[in-house]
């Protein structure tokens, strides 16, 4: 598993992981008619996250990554679980509504990934990153306000939804710290990829879609794994509701990808949002000038 020598390079880490998930709306936007194929697209993303991270998991440990599995517990069951709940509601949230409807739902994490960390793992949460919390919270409100597109509530639940599902996630990593956490990532992988399996089974569905579609799929699981592993390398120095903040940059730069009038979705964006997406990028660059390493380390692996 790779390691940052110096700690201060896991702030630069963590904000290209939202980076690379930020490209995730925009490769939804391309898909023909997403919401007609939401269980296909998880049926492969799911699996595809599957086997990219257990061979990345036996590039680094060999064959005894099998083993991992067995170590799994309460605690990778519980990240997998809600890392999986993230991933599915996700889709569905992205083709209900609008990205920066769903992407500031996600925006959202910091805040109940730093409750959930202070009710369950007494995690103690410093006045500066409250201040930072406090500027992303504006921005959301900020955002929020003036969007009226139709759908917006059942998209908006469903993105609250994933947001919860990746907090479990974000506060499991720091749970047990002998529980092999790629491997929870992994799982997550395959339950998505058995629950999308038996309801394309249960309801007559078509087991893949177009080749276009197909590639579209396999392009955003593999987005995600990579996001992944950089997170996980992050992960070892930097506390869990901080590391959620750092990714924001996948808020702020999805709603840019679809944005952009020559990548072609120009789905553009209320004046709201822009404003309140400035105001979540001061609070990163601001969280990043205060940022200190921590004693306590997630270590995902």
């Known amino acids: 598993m ?35 194929v939401p269980w296909q697209y998880l049926f492969t993303r799911g699996i595809v996250i599957f086997i990219l991270l257990n061979l990345y998991l036996y590039l680094e440990e060999g064959i005894d990554f099998i083993n991992n599995y067995k170590k799994l517990g309460i605690s990778g069951l519980v990240g997998g679980s809600g890392l999986a709940l993230a991933m599915i509601t996700f889709i569905w949230s992205i083709t209900s509504t609008s990205a920066a409807i769903t992407l500031l739902c996600l925006a959202a994490m910091p805040f109940i990934t730093a409750l959930l960390g202070f009710l369950f793992l007494k995690e103690t ?12 919270a504006l921005g959301i409100i900020i955002m929020a306000i003036g969007n009226s597109e139709k759908n917006t509530l059942i998209g908006f639940v469903l993105g609250m939804v994933s947001a919860v599902g990746f907090s479990i996630f974000s506060v499991s990593l720091r749970w047990k710290k002998e529980t092999p956490k790629f491997t929870t990532v992994s799982l ?38 990579l996001g992944m592993i950089l997170y996980a ?51 990163i660059f601001y969280y990043s000038l205060i940022i200190k390493s921590n004693r306590r380390f997630i270590a995902l692996n």
């Open 125 to 136: 949460i410093s006045i500066n990153v409250w201040v930072a919390i406090g500027i992303a």
């Open 188 to 225: 997550a992988g395959l339950i998505c990829f058995i629950v999308s399996l038996i309801i394309i089974i249960n309801k007559d569905l078509s087991l893949i879609s177009s080749s276009k579609n197909q590639s579209l799929f396999a392009i955003h699981g593999t987005i995600v794994c």
């Open 2 to 36: 790779g390691e940052l020598k110096n700690p201060k390079f896991a702030i630069p880490v963590a904000l290209l992981a939202g980076i690379f998930w930020s490209f995730g709306p925009f490769v939804v936007r391309n898909i023909d008619e997403a919401h007609t």
């Open 233 to 283: 390398i992050a992960s070892k120095n930097i506390q869990a509701a901080e590391l959620t903040l750092l990714s924001l940059t996948e808020v702020i730069a999805g709603i840019f990808w679809v944005w952009l009038p020559w990548l072609g979705i120009n789905e553009i964006p209320e004046t709201n949002t822009i404003v309140g997406g400035f105001l979540i990028f001061l609070s």
